[in-house]
C-alpha cells in the first residue's frame, strides 16, 4: 500500500502542479529546472507523473504546446479547469460558489488579480501551498469529484496533463465508494446549462486568448 504523502511533500507537489498546469509559455519555462529539481526529490506518487509531464515540456516546441493547451482548456469544455463547473456548470449558483473560493482566499490574505478565476485548479493548489494549508485541503476535498472527473476527460482526451492531476490526486486522501459514486451520477448527469446570473464569474475574452493568468 502506497503510503501518504506527507504536508512539506504535498505543499512541494501542489506548488509544482499549480505551475504546470498554467498557460506553457517563457515564463514556465524559466521554471522548469526548480520544477524538475523539487519533483526529483518528492515521493514516487507524486515525483514520477510531474517528472513525466516535464520530460513532455521539454520535448516538445511552445507552439506545439500552446496549441495543445489551448485546444484542451479552452475549446473543450470536458476538460475545463474551473472545479465549480463540474458541479454547477454555467448556472447561478455557481457564481456563489466562486464567491466561496475567493472569500476563503481574502481571509488568509491571499490576493488575486481580475485575470484570475478563484476555482481555477492551478489557483486552489497555489493557495493550498502557498496560502492556508487546512483551508486549501477542505477545498481540494470538497471538490475531490470534480478533480477525478477532469482527470477522467483528460485521460480520455490522451492528453498528458492527466500526468499533472494523477500527482494532485495523490496528494489527498484515498478514493472512497461515496467519492466514486458521487463521480458517477455527475458523469451520467453531466453539468447544468442555465446561464442566468454568472455574467460577472465567466471567464474574460482575455483570459480565454491568453490560456492563463502570467
Not at 100 to 124: C, I, M, T
Not at 186 to 198: D, K, T, Y
Amino acid at each position: 500500500m502506497t503510503e501518504p504523502v506527507n504536508a512539506e511533500a504535498a505543499d512541494a507537489a501542489r506548488l509544482a502542479a499549480a505551475w504546470l498546469l498554467w498557460y506553457p509559455d517563457e515564463q514556465l519555462d524559466a521554471r522548469l529546472d526548480e520544477i524538475e529539481a523539487v519533483c526529483a526529490l518528492a515521493p514516487a506518487q507524486v515525483g514520477v507523473p510531474l517528472l513525466a509531464f516535464v520530460s513532455h515540456l521539454r520535448s516538445a516546441d511552445r507552439t506545439t504546446l500552446q496549441r495543445h493547451y489551448v485546444d484542451t482548456f479552452d475549446t473543450k469544455r470536458k476538460a475545463c479547469p474551473y472545479l465549480t463547473y463540474w458541479t454547477d456548470g454555467d448556472t447561478r449558483n455557481r457564481g456563489l460558489a466562486i464567491l466561496r473560493f475567493k472569500q476563503a482566499y481574502l481571509q488568509h490574505g491571499f490576493e488575486l488579480s481580475d485575470a484570475e478565476l478563484p476555482d481555477h485548479l492551478s489557483v486552489v493548489l497555489e493557495f493550498a501551498a502557498c496560502g492556508d494549508r487546512l483551508t486549501g485541503d477542505a477545498l481540494l476535498v470538497e471538490h475531490r469529484v470534480s478533480i477525478g472527473l477532469l482527470r477522467e476527460s483528460l485521460a480520455a482526451l490522451k492528453s498528458p496533463y492527466v500526468d499533472v492531476v494523477d500527482a494532485v490526486l495523490a496528494t489527498l486522501p484515498a478514493m472512497t465508494d461515496e467519492i466514486r459514486e458521487r463521480m458517477a451520477t455527475l458523469a451520467r448527469m453531466g453539468v447544468p446549462q442555465e446561464s442566468v446570473g454568472l455574467s460577472p464569474f465567466t471567464m474574460t475574452p482575455e483570459l480565454e486568448n491568453s490560456g492563463g493568468r502570467r
